[in-house]
């Protein structure tokens, strides 16, 4: 069966600190991979997908990115942390047939 | 546009009974619709999917309704129980863009014991 993982669960950063959120999938092979935020008491919003390696599109203008190392592997990075960046991050993947989406557990994210 | 919304935004019942809640969006042209579950600081947990050409989907005490042409969907919750309270969220993927999903703003659901 197919399993994601995504660390760490939680996270407090300093305004201008780095950030390295990874999220890794198993049981299944070239997936869609998707990073969501979730503000507090606001919706999902799509912040970049992928359908391959290299093949990474960002869906909002921001300073954060997005890199597929390995064909199960997405990692969400920012070189300095802003305030705004605060919320809960999701890490998604999605297989090629019927486009279900399956969630990891997320990392609430506090940029103080 | 495609906007997707979700009626009541929160709704409590007792134990036991059945519930159904509502998803409906504006534009017919979808490529699917699924169905998630969220419990309070934690990640959603997909729940049922339907394909556009499908009317409805089942698992367990749980039966998702599919009508393109109102644009409705209906999430049917049988004999609830106390641990069904979450937050309930639909979503909308598009027949032009297999990557973007349009998300309802949610139904928060308490069933009372």
């Known amino acids: 069966s197919q399993t994601i993982h995504q660390w760490p669960a939680t996270l407090v950063q300093p305004v201008g600190s780095p950030l390295s959120l990874e999220c890794t999938v198993e049981?299944?092979?070239?997936?869609?991979l998707y990073w969501y935020r979730q503000a507090a008491g606001r919706g999902l919003q799509l912040l970049f997908y992928s359908i391959g390696i290299d093949q990474i599109s960002s869906e909002v203008p921001q300073n954060l990115s997005a890199s597929r190392p390995q064909d199960r592997q997405f990692i969400l990075s920012s070189k300095k942390l802003l305030l705004s960046d605060s919320g809960f991050y999701l890490c998604a993947w999605s297989n090629t047939w019927d486009e279900k989406l399956f969630f990891g557990s997320g990392t609430q994210l506090s940029v103080l | 546009k495609q906007e997707v919304t979700q009626i009541p935004a929160a709704l409590s019942v007792p134990e036991g009974e059945n519930l159904v809640l509502n998803c409906s969006f504006t534009d017919s042209a979808i490529y699917n619709l699924q169905w998630f579950r969220q419990d309070p600081g934690k990640g959603l947990t997909s729940l049922l999917l339907?394909?556009?050409s499908q009317r409805e989907q089942t698992s367990g005490r749980l039966n998702a309704s599919l009508d393109k042409s109102s644009g409705r969907s209906t999430l049917y919750i049988a004999a609830s129980q106390p641990g069904d309270s979450a937050t309930y969220l639909c979503?909308?993927?598009?027949?032009?863009?297999?990557?973007?999903?349009?998300w309802g703003a949610g139904t928060k659901l308490i069933i009372k014991p």
């Open positions: 979503a909308v993927r598009l027949v032009d863009s297999n990557y973007q999903l349009i």
């Open positions: 339907i394909q556009s």
């Open positions: 049981g299944t092979s070239n997936p869609n």
